[in-house]
């Protein structure tokens, strides 16, 4: 092991490109929850699903699921008044691509996690 093995474990990058091919999964799953707009979004996504998020990442991916007609959007005016948001809903198609993408999560986890515990030296 050489003496940057330890710098490379705490490259922010490396962390960034797992977390990212995680993002798309959690937020289909955030938004069976209902409608939510991108901050509230990227908010959950970082406190519940402990997904450390840059605030320039929602919105491309948000734009990206739209366009592949998983998520669909309306503008709303909240209740205080304030200023409309673009809340954003997980579409029927979005629905089955969650579907997909959760049974492919456990079982890749279910596989890699029995991998990454097996006994050193077995075949």
């Known amino acids: 092991m050489s003496g940057n093995a330890s710098l490379d474990r705490n490259d922010g990058s490396r962390r960034a490109q797992l977390l990212k091919g995680l993002a ?11 409608p939510q ?4 979004i990227l908010d959950r996504l970082r406190q519940e699903a402990g997904l ?5 990442t929602i919105y491309p991916l948000l734009h990206r699921l739209q366009k592949a007609r998983l ?16 809340y954003y809903a997980l579409s029927k198609s979005g629905a089955a691509e969650l579907e997909f993408q959760t ?7 279910r596989a890699l996690g029995a991998f990454l515990t097996r006994k050193p030296g077995h075949d």
């Open 71 to 86: 998520v669909r959007s309306e503008w709303r005016i909240d209740e205080a008044g304030a200023r409309p948001r673009k």
């Open 37 to 40: 707009y991108g901050l509230a």
């Open 52 to 56: 450390q998020l840059a605030p320039g």
């Open 103 to 109: 049974a492919e999560w456990r079982a890749l986890s």
């Open 24 to 34: 798309e999964l959690a937020l289909l799953s955030l938004l069976r929850d209902g």
